[in-house]
């Protein structure tokens, strides 16, 4: 009975924060390292080439998130086209600054790309072993049809990865290949849902880095009837 009703007051409490979104319109909220943020202002920009960024406020803290178009659709971020898609948390308190983006680099593998090559002689493996890149020790479950591998999930991260590394799966006849789209540290999603009368909605999630390698965690945004700045 307790856990039954732990369960209503959580589906209240999300509804509840989805309702004071919707009706403080326009909105943008996240959870910042599992604690509730929310901005002040934000508003979307279009540039030339038809690419979005917005940019959202607090007193002393902007995020920004750039896509490298503005129509409905998921972006990816951490990969190699940093500056087409990317997301950044800059803050400003007592006089220190600090600066987190969503730049390519080195780090345990987060993404995986699709096969590039399926290889040929290859088996289901639950851990395949790898080479190439420039990390070492990722793994991967494959799942292959007539010795071809179809599919890879992650087994164990490994380390030094970069976006962009060709990786390929030890086994077969060694020829199956795919890539790494992006790494634990950067990585994460803009996903625009709605485009209407000049007002974007949608949610984001990311990890950023700073100079000295420390990562912020931005999960469960939502950006809500958001207008095109003048």
Known sequence: MKKFLSLIAIAVLFNSCQQDLQTNTPGFQAKLNNVQWRANDAIVSIDGDGGMTITAYTAYETVVLKSNASNVGTYTLGTQDYFGNHASYANDV??????????????????????????????????????GGSGVGLRVATQTNAGVVTGVTVVA????????????????????TFSI??????????????????????????????ASGEVVTFSEGVFYKLPLGL
Do not use: H
């Open 94 to 131: 007592q006089n220190f600054q600090d600066f987190y983006n969503t730049a390519p680099v080195e780090g345990p593998a987060f993404k995986l790309s699709g096969m590039i090559t399926g290889g040929t002689g290859y088996m289901n493996v639950p851990g395949a072993q790898t080479t």
């Open 181 to 210: 789209v992006n790494v634990q540290s950067s990585n994460g999603e803009i996903t625009i849902e709605e485009v209407e009368n000049g007002l974007y909605t949608g949610k984001f999630k990311f990890n950023a880095v700073n």
């Open 157 to 176: 991260r490994g380390n030094g990865y970069e976006a962009g590394d060709v990786i390929t799966i030890v086994g077969g006849n060694n020829d199956a």
